[in-house]
């Protein structure tokens, strides 16, 4: 578990967006193992099987907010969901969500401008491990609960 503790330890260390981005990008390809296989991160599954239980349309459109490499949206997937858009920060991070081909639209926004988020309503919006003080910040919440249809799901995990 050391190298996934260090990672952990480090992101939770970051002030700035830019530092942010840049401790993302860098570690966008060692990302998975480090977190799923280093420490057993289960905050994704256990996210996507509240929402699958929540949520019996698997036509919904669904925002995974932070999305990172994809381990929500494999998940989501999985449990057969199609209408899947993510949006992060990272761009390495972005490539390999991309690569694994699960999401119809993938977002390079900065969650914290209220200007940047995508104009279309979803039926729910997931966050799993992205909200933090560097990371989206809580005060977010206001505009990303404006991309969630009237009656829709947000699920948040810190």
């Given amino acids: 578990m050391g190298r996934g503790r260090e990672f952990l330890d480090a992101c939770y260390r970051l002030t700035s967006t830019e530092d942010v981005r840049r ?32 949520l019996d349309d698997r036509e919904a459109p669904l925002i995974d907010l932070g999305c990172g490499t994809g381990l929500v949206g494999e998940s989501l997937a999985r449990r057969g969901f199609r209408a899947l ?15 694994k081909g699960v999401y119809r639209r993938l977002f390079e926004i900065d969650l914290n401008d209220p200007g940047t988020l995508p104009d279309e309503p979803y039926d729910a919006a997931i966050s799993v491990g992205a909200f933090s003080s560097a990371h989206i910040k809580v005060d977010s919440l206001d505009h990303v609960l404006g991309l969630v249809r009237r009656g829709g799901i947000l699920a948040v995990t810190i």
């Fill in 23 to 54: 401790f993302y990008d860098e570690r966008a390809r060692e990302y998975d193992a480090l977190l799923v296989d280093d420490i057993g991160y289960v905050a994704p599954e256990r996210t996507v099987a509240r929402i699958a239980d929540l």
């Fill in 85 to 99: 858009d993510g949006a992060d920060y990272a761009a390495e991070m972005l490539a390999i969500a991309r690569a």
